[in-house]
């Protein structure tokens, strides 16, 4: 399976410590073996999954869309405002 990122997913992920990189790489490696892991949103968000888990007491959001061949890595980030901001994401518009 192909891995792709959006440039917000990358510059979100540089600049996270050590300790909270190896959970999002966990979090990714759960999500390659099994790509439903995540819940699938609904409406305007239907074909965005949305994997949940913890760094620390911090629950952290990994946003993500899956075909059979690509596995696209879309944002990255805690609760507060990710559904807002995942929704302007350019990626996302049609």
């Not at 790489?25 to 074909?47: C, M, T, V």
Request: hydrophobic letters at 40%; a positive charge.
């Amino acid at each position: 399976m192909e891995i792709k990122q959006t440039r917000i997913f990358k510059s979100t992920y540089k600049r996270l410590f050590s300790k909270q990189r190896k959970s999002v790489d966990h979090a990714i490696r759960l999500i390659i073996e099994n790509p439903s892991i995540g819940e699938q949103k609904k409406s305007d968000l239907s074909e965005v999954f949305v994997y949940k888990f913890k760094v620390d007491a911090q629950l952290y959001l990994l946003a993500y869309t899956f075909d059979p061949v690509t596995l696209t890595l879309i944002m990255l980030g805690v609760h507060e405002n990710f559904y807002r901001d995942l929704k302007r994401m350019p990626y996302l518009k049609k």
